[in-house]
């Protein structure tokens, strides 16, 4: 995938249309529908179920394909909390499967889910390198707010920049360096990837925030690379 040129931080931001014009409006759509197109198809809805009476364990939210063969999906345990009996996993096509929890990370605020198929149009999103990040990147958050998969059938997108990077302690769910966005974050957003211009996860969206600046926050993906590459070998998958 092409990176998009650099006046599509200037676009971003909204300076003067005269200088999104000298770079070409139509080159910077079609770099942000490239990026969209790329990175759908690996994106799922999740809605998680409880025990009786569904108390304690319902959810929803969103999630990331990372392994075909082995059916795994990266989540949040905001989109399936531990007392979850249950997940279903819809994918972009709007096929819906019963996935079953194979990992969990309480400390990471994240879950891998496996699921009994996968449909053929979905394809995998590679993990980036989240130590690289630094304030003023560009963006996507992806995934399934206020369950738009569901309710449109569409997976939403927004664009925005890395706004912050910081500690964000005392939060009840995760208690540890967060990635602050601009791009929109909204209930159901969790557990769904941020990505980068090459379409690389460098982040999962959670619901950590700062109660000094109020906006959405995702966990850096190379802690959870390295926990999901641990809980892949003891499954002998390989991870992107």
Excluded: C
Excluded at 186 to 205: F, H, Q, T
Excluded at 216 to 227: C, H, K, L, M
Aim: glycine letters at 10%; hydrophobic letters at 45%.
């Amino acid at each position: 995938m092409s990176r998009l040129p650099v006046a599509l931080f200037a676009f971003s931001i909204a300076v003067p249309a005269v200088l999104a014009q000298e770079a070409g409006f139509d080159r910077i759509q079609a770099g942000i529908h490239e990026i969209y197109d790329a990175t759908r198809p690996a994106v799922v809805g999740i809605q998680a179920r409880g025990g009786r009476f569904g108390r304690g364990g319902d959810g929803y939210g969103s999630g990331v394909v990372i392994d075909l063969d082995k059916r795994l999906v990266l989540t949040s345990e905001e989109a399936v909390p531990a007392a979850a009996k249950e997940a279903n996993v819809r994918f972009a096509d709007h096929t819906l499967v019963a996935a079953k929890v194979v990992a969990r990370n309480d400390e990471l605020n994240a879950v891998l889910l496996e699921a009994p198929s996968i449909p053929a149009s979905v394809r995998v999103l590679a993990m980036g390198d989240s130590t690289k990040v630094r304030v003023g990147t560009m963006v996507f958050t992806l995934g399934n707010p206020f369950q738009s998969m569901l309710q449109t059938g569409q997976t939403a997108a927004s664009l925005g920049i890395v706004s912050g990077i910081y500690r964000a302690e005392g939060n009840a769910v995760y208690d540890g360096v967060v990635f602050e966005l601009d791009a929109a974050v909204n209930p159901g957003s969790y557990g769904g990837p941020v990505v980068d211009l090459e379409g690389r996860v460098i982040a999962l969206v959670g619901s950590t925030y700062s109660h000094a600046r109020w906006l959405g926050t995702a966990v850096p993906i190379a802690p959870i690379r390295e926990w999901v590459e641990e809980a892949a070998r003891e499954r002998g998958v390989a991870v992107a």
